[in-house]
């Protein structure tokens, strides 16, 4: 049974109901509008619903509590508008699934007090380009949680109102064609225990994962994953993913583009899975300009690999551990591209350096727990602030920023260079283990800096310091001068100036001057005021 309704079918009162007649029945109209009336799925055949030019409903458009049958809506084209009440799931039995076909945008809207789906289907072109946009306030899924709510064969689901939903009980393959994007703050999107795989065809066809908004809980186990096959793409602007287990790569070869302005991923969120929890490969592409990565577990002592060569880093942090990481943890962090910033935040995470040295763009914070750079250096252009502990290795700290720097919390560095011409201000005592260059910028404030290394120290840079002690018995290098405002102390080993560098001592400020041990072989002096 079929019936062509050339333009749009209005009701403007009474009920529309499909009768109980045997055999599957098509309605086909432009365009279905219900003002004040009923239209009702009622019969216990199955009704199929053509409607091309979308849907705008103002009374009620549901399904019959007696149906017991499932039924159709297609919506070819157009939108679903709802004002009214509109149930496609009434009870277990009495079901209606919809698919979405529009090669183009199409929505769900309305402030109805009801707005409810069985299934829906998205086949809306050949591209993830297009999408349908949930905005209805009242949206919901039937409650009795079908199996895959949601079906992505082409096209983008959007997901911008308020309210939880499940939208996959199986594993999801997010394809070249197909997207799936979150973007409403008071929005839950919860998952399974399985893996979300997401891949493409090529740099334009790329399956998409977004979240703007909202809260994306993929996974409540340390084995599902977020697995980037070629040609991936992920975007993260807002709002927060939490992957049980890791975000990794199907292939080392795989061209995955990663992209980060804001909100906050947190991997291995569920424990320890064995793995790196956050991976990026030379062939992916990374870009991060806001947001916060949280590693909160490890993967076998791993943490964070980034060795994306198409990298571009403005913004961001880096966070290892926070309030839920497990005793013990051993984050490794090998990153050939750089970091936003990096804060080190449970006391049961260590952060460790493995095989790379690290560049920061911006501040390095130990709030909690261990930074073991593990005999590599540390480049940063932000401040440095240690409550947790530093292990330096035999590595260097190198602050080169071009504005302002800082170094608050009593650390002890092995290598220390300062390059920045704004200045470096220790606002705490320092203790330095190997070679000290000051090539621009150190200011010491009014702290004291001990050099108390095992092996020779090398001194390069001019360098005023307020206090500064020597405490090494395999000696010291001056390359070029150094001078102490406020106290000089010697307490073990020789310090060689050279001919043509000098130890100062200065009375400006009533510089006191304690030996123990050690001595100058070269040139000291003492500063005087011309009266």
Not at 14 to 43: C, E, H, M, P, Q
Request: with cysteine.
């Amino acid at each position: 049974h079929v019936i062509n309704v050339s333009g749009a079918f209005n009701n403007n009162g009474g009920t529309f109901t499909s009768d109980a007649v045997a055999g599957a029945k098509t309605l086909r109209v432009t365009g279905l509008i219900t003002n004040a009336g009923t239209f009702r799925y009622a019969g216990t055949a199955a009704l199929t619903v053509n409607a091309n030019g979308g849907i705008s409903n103002s009374g009620t458009f549901d399904v019959n509590t007696a149906s017991n049958v499932t039924h159709v809506l297609n919506v070819g084209g157009g939108d679903i508008t709802n004002t009214g009440t509109f149930n496609l799931a009434t009870d277990s039995g009495s079901l209606c699934n919809t698919t979405f076909s529009r090669n183009g945008n199409q929505t769900v809207s309305g402030i109805g007090a009801t707005t409810r789906f069985n299934r829906i289907t998205l086949n809306m072109g050949t591209t993830n380009a297009n999408k349908l946009d949930v905005t209805a306030t009242n949206f919901s899924i039937n409650p009795a949680a079908p199996t895959n709510f949601l079906t992505l064969t082409n096209g983008t689901f959007q997901f911008s109102t308020t309210g939880t939903i499940t939208p996959f009980t199986a594993a999801p393959a997010i394809s070249a064609t197909r997207g799936f994007w979150l973007n409403n703050a008071g929005a839950t999107v919860s998952s399974g225990n399985f893996d979300w795989t997401v891949s493409g065809t090529s740099d334009t066809a790329r399956g998409l994962v977004r979240v703007t908004a909202g809260t994306l809980n993929l996974g409540a186990a340390t084995a599902n994953d977020l697995i980037t096959g070629n040609f991936s793409d992920i975007r993260i602007e807002g709002g927060a993913i939490n992957i049980g287990g890791v975000l990794t790569r199907a292939l080392a070869a795989n061209n995955v583009r990663f992209n980060m302005s804001g909100g906050t991923l947190t991997v291995a969120a569920a424990g320890a899975p064995g793995a790196y929890p956050f991976q990026m490969e030379a062939a992916a592409s990374f870009t991060m300009s806001g947001g916060t990565i949280v590693i909160r577990n490890d993967g076998g002592n791993n943490g964070y690999q980034n060795l994306a060569a198409t990298n571009n880093v403005t913004g961001g942090t880096l966070q290892i551990g926070d309030g839920s990481t497990l005793a013990g943890q051993i984050m490794g962090i090998n990153s050939t591209a750089p970091v936003g910033n990096l804060l080190i935040n449970s006391a049961n995470a260590t952060g460790q350096l493995l095989t790379n040295s690290l560049t920061v763009n911006g501040n390095v914070t130990i709030a909690a727990g261990t930074l073991n750079a593990n005999n590599l250096n540390i480049t940063l252009g932000g401040n440095w602030s240690r409550t947790g502990t530093f292990t330096p290795g035999t590595g260097t700290v190198t602050f080169n920023g071009s504005a302002a720097q800082g170094i608050t919390g009593a650390t002890t560095f092995y290598g220390l260079t300062v390059n920045n011409a704004a200045g470096v201000t220790a606002n705490s005592d320092l203790i330095v283990n190997g070679n000290f260059t000051n090539t621009a910028g150190f200011n010491a404030g009014t702290t004291l800096t001990t050099f108390s290394g095992t092996a020779l120290q090398t001194l390069t840079g001019a360098t005023t310091f307020y206090g500064l002690t020597f405490n090494n018995a395999a000696g010291f290098t001056l390359n070029n001068s150094m001078t102490a405002s406020n106290a000089l102390t010697l307490t073990s080993g020789v310090i060689a100036t050279g001919v043509n560098n000098v130890l100062f001592f200065d009375s400006t400020g009533s510089c006191s001057v304690t030996r123990t041990s050690g001595r100058v072989n070269g040139n000291l002096r003492k500063r005087f005021t011309a009266s």
